[in-house]
């Protein structure tokens, strides 16, 4: 009898539903917190190591869960569960994480970069009217066009790493790379810069 009790009491908390837990979480319960972690612990990190390495994604799982218990208030029930909130949470500073990492690394190419001959004034002028040209007509193109082949192009990555950072399906972002890059061709002013 005693040994059903105790079990008893064990499913209790196993059984509790995310929004009691989110509130015994805004009154600071760290065994709410524990539960949280049991029960979506192992998603956070396998959702965050599509797109980082391991300890960065371990990190990256440490920071969810630590907004989480900061800020309990942000998670709201009626939106969505628990499970997708800390998993937007882990997207979102991943995203924020790639971003980082790419502007440091452009800072840190721009520093040890090894400067080239000095060229021609008239070729410098002429590269930065089309690089100019270039921007504008790719600041002119949809979002999802843009985005896509931001990351191919100037994020360097291959359109499989393109569709798993954006969540899209591969094909999708090929055809958002190739349209995007068709409006581009046809632009007057980008004919022979991107021919």
Not at 97 to 124: H, K
Not at 168 to 177: A, L, M, Y
Request: glycine share 4%.
């Amino acid at each position: 009898m005693e040994e059903a009790d105790r079990r008893s009491r064990d499913n209790e908390g196993r059984d509790e539903s995310d929004t009691c837990l989110a509130q015994r979480l805004r009154e600071h319960s760290s065994s709410a917190l524990a539960e949280v972690y049991r029960r979506h612990g192992s998603a956070v990190v396998q959702h965050a190591r599509r797109f980082c390495q391991q300890d960065a994604a371990e990190d990256i799982a440490q920071e969810v869960f630590l907004v989480l218990w900061r800020d309990p208030t942000r998670f709201d029930p009626s939106r969505g569960s628990l499970r997708t909130y800390l998993l937007t949470l882990v997207h979102n500073r991943s995203i924020d994480m790639y971003r980082s990492e790419e502007s440091r690394r452009r800072r840190q190419d721009r520093y040890w970069a090894v400067p080239e001959p000095r060229a021609d004034l008239d070729d410098t002028v002429v590269a930065a009217d089309q690089a100019a040209d270039v921007r504008a007509s790719l600041d002119a193109l949809p979002h999802n066009e843009r985005v896509a082949i931001d990351l191919a192009y100037f994020g360097h990555h291959s359109y499989r790493e393109v569709a798993q950072l954006l969540e899209q399906p591969e094909g999708t972002v090929k055809s958002r790379i190739r349209h995007g890059l068709e409006t581009l061709r046809s632009t007057p002013s980008l004919a022979g810069a991107l021919a």
